[in-house]
């Protein structure tokens, strides 16, 4: 099982990333996917969840209606495109399985600052 997450960078605020997570070693199809993402000295955070098929989602309070999660299951694939960023969304992001969450990636830095 492996998650290799990219698409982070230094934004400023009000701006967009897409951040991708390409998964591997378990079938892709059959799992809801999570966004997690963690600031140091503080908990890891659930941002955003999608089931199997993409047809359900849900988001943490803090980034409902700024984040969107999909997902390519052809592709293994699951997305989060982030808009109106804000410098409290700086964090390294992180996906996995959700019934999983084991074997975690390096995850992405995203910083949002001017």
């Known amino acids: 099982v492996q998650f290799v997450e990219s698409g982070g960078g230094l934004v400023q605020p009000g701006g967009s990333l897409r951040l991708s997570c390409a998964a591997s070693?378990?079938?892709?199809?059959?799992?809801?996917m999570i966004w997690y993402r963690q600031v140091p000295g503080k908990e890891r955070e659930l941002v955003a969840f999608?089931?199997?098929?993409?047809?359900?989602?849900n988001y943490a309070d803090s980034v409902k209606g700024r984040f969107t999660i999909s997902r390519d299951n052809a592709k293994n694939t699951v997305y989060l495109q982030m808009n109106s960023l804000k410098p409290e969304d700086s964090a390294v992001y992180y996906c996995?399985?959700?019934?999983?969450?084991?074997?975690w990636g390096q995850g992405t830095q995203v910083t949002v600052s001017s």
């Open positions: 996995n399985a959700y019934s999983l969450r084991t074997n």
């Open positions: 070693g378990f079938t892709f199809s059959s799992y809801a």
């Open positions: 999608i089931n199997s098929i993409g047809s359900n989602t």
